[in-house]
């Protein structure tokens, strides 16, 4: 069964740094994508970056400059650079991935969740 076990979510002060961290474990035959999103109370989740297989990344306008997402191939896992945290990017901060494992009619891509992390920024 694929996994997915993220770390790295904590209590930082404004202007700090967090380094979030997910790892993906199971019958892997590909990762095409993994993502990070977060949701705030009240509001919708939303997709914070994105890495697709091609190495290309995608980020939410307002994380643009300060959030860098990154991947290790080797390891299966995927990182979340954050750097000048604000209060406004507090949130639970979950992991995704697109990840095609062997099946006993083929391959299938699913999609699977971490369990969510909370990231809480003080001013």
């Known amino acids: 069964q694929v996994q997915l076990v993220e770390s790295g979510g904590g209590l930082v002060q404004a202007g700090g740094s967090l380094r979030l961290s997910c790892a993906a474990s199971?019958?892997?035959?590909?990762?095409?994508?993994m993502e990070w999103y977060r949701q705030a109370p009240g509001k919708q989740r939303e997709l914070v970056a994105a890495?697709?297989?091609?190495?290309?990344?995608n980020y939410a306008d307002s994380v643009k400059g300060r959030f860098t997402i990154s991947r290790d191939n080797a390891k299966n896992m995927v990182y979340l650079q954050m750097n000048s945290l604000k209060p406004e990017d507090t949130a639970v901060y979950y992991c995704?991935?697109?990840?095609?494992?062997?099946?006993?009619?083929?391959?299938?891509?699913?999609?699977?969740w971490g369990q969510g992390t909370q990231v809480t920024v003080s001013s």
């Open positions: 995704h991935a697109l990840i095609v494992t062997e099946t006993i009619g083929g391959t299938y891509q699913g999609s699977y």
């Open positions: 199971g019958s892997i035959v590909s990762i095409n994508a």
């Open positions: 890495i697709i297989i091609s190495g290309s990344t």
